[in-house]
């Protein structure tokens, strides 16, 4: 009969335990679920500038094909893709020896015009009066012997001491003499007019020898050769490419809803595919028109280049700097957690984490701007993981 009531009591107390009704076995099973240790970082209040963000590409402020202006066999090119190159640096020249033939041919034109009009063969100055070139002062003395004999003429025939027929003779000689003098000082001028003439031819010669070395207009570099040592060109063929490397011109199209805040002088930050690097520029030019197919501002900035880092052609992303002291409000970018659309950040009350849902805006390095949700000083969980709202935190900053 006693070992029957052992075995009911012990068949209860197992019952007990299967029904929970032990207060002692779950106190165990909670402590031990520690709680989650986190770090928290503040919302911080930040002053940036407010920005119109565009896409474009850099272009050269200039580019020059560079042709010939004289026809010739390309002797020497001292330039390739690449080079840079000063103003006024020689590129290519052209065989010049047919050119030197030319100014030769030219100063001995010149040199036999001078000596037609009585002047030194060499010498600069063209100037010259007429009235002391031989032809001229041969042309004056037979004018003068025919008046002279015109007058004594006239003086006889009024004393009947001569025949008509002689003073029409001195008449007659008068008026040739006169036009031989005419004829003398057109002489002259033409022949200054000649003398003008081969100096202008010249000149010409010696420019055409002087284009038969083609220099470069401006700063820049080679983005293209054209042409190789022994070819044969025509007058205006084109040699090299130049383009200015330095500043460059950024075209940018900017929204139409953003177009009204930009303006000229503003700031532009820039960067580019495959460059850590920040360049900075300034707005220079604005289309006086928006582009009707997408809605857009064409807009260039300027963006000085004296390293020659950046390349006409690259792609860019640019920031319009349109206002400078915007203040907002910034978390780590890693506080952020995102789930179907929506973001959130975790915070910690009563040593449990909580959801607060946000709207963020611009990312600023390693922080992001939070336009709506929490306010500065409010402290967030940073890389909260698979953390979700109620569990038990500690915060171990």
């Not at 076995?25 to 407010?50: F, G, N």
């Not at 840079?84 to 020689?90: D, I, L, P, T």
């Not at 001078?114 to 060499?122: F, H, I, N, T, W």
């Not at 001491?161 to 036009?179: C, K, T």
């Amino acid at each position: 009969m006693a070992s029957g009531s052992v075995l009911v009591a012990a068949l209860f107390s197992v019952v007990l335990a299967a029904c929970g009704g032990d207060p002692s076995a779950t106190a165990v099973t909670e402590s031990d679920t520690p709680p989650r240790q986190v770090r928290v970082a503040k919302a911080v209040e930040a002053r940036v500038a407010r920005t119109v963000s565009a896409t474009g590409t850099l272009a050269a402020e200039d580019q020059v094909v560079l042709g010939t202006k004289v026809i010739g066999r390309i002797s020497e090119i001292a330039v390739d893709l690449g080079s840079r190159v000063r103003k006024g640096q020689g590129i290519a020249r052209i065989d010049p020896s047919d050119y030197r033939l030319r100014v030769n041919q030219a100063e001995a034109g010149l040199q036999q015009a001078r000596v037609r009009l009585g002047l030194p063969a060499e010498g600069t100055s063209d100037k010259i009066d007429p009235e002391q070139t031989a032809l001229v002062r041969q042309a004056a003395a037979m004018l003068r012997e025919a008046r002279l004999t015109h007058n004594r003429m006239v003086e006889l025939w009024d004393g009947n001491f001569i025949a008509r027929a002689e003073l029409d003779a001195a008449v007659a000689q008068l008026a040739v003499a006169e036009g031989q003098y005419q004829a003398a000082i057109e002489e002259v001028r033409n022949r200054q007019g000649l003398l003008f003439q081969r100096r202008s031819e010249l000149e010409i010669a010696r420019q055409q020898l002087a284009d038969t070395i083609i220099v470069s207009p401006m700063e820049g570099a080679v983005s293209e050769r054209q042409v190789s040592v022994g070819q044969y060109l025509v007058a205006g063929a084109p040699v090299v490419t130049l383009v200015r490397m330095d500043p460059l011109r950024l075209r940018l199209a900017v929204p139409e809803r953003q177009a009204g805040s930009v303006r000229v002088n503003q700031a532009v930050e820039l960067t580019v595919e495959g460059d850590t690097r920040k360049y900075s520029g300034r707005v220079a030019r604005l289309s006086p028109a928006i582009t009707e197919n997408n809605r857009t501002l064409l807009i260039e900035a300027e963006v000085p280049n004296t390293q020659g880092t950046l390349r006409p052609g690259s792609f860019a992303k640019a920031d319009i700097i349109i206002e400078a002291g915007e203040e907002i409000v910034t978390v780590p970018r890693d506080s952020i957690v995102t789930f179907a659309g929506i973001e959130k950040v975790l915070m910690v009350a009563e040593d449990k984490a909580i959801e607060k849902h946000v709207r963020t805006g611009r990312r600023i390095g390693e922080q992001i701007e939070i336009i709506e949700g929490i306010a500065a000083g409010n402290q967030v969980i940073v890389q909260p993981g698979n953390l979700v709202a109620g569990e038990p935190v500690k915060v171990v900053n």
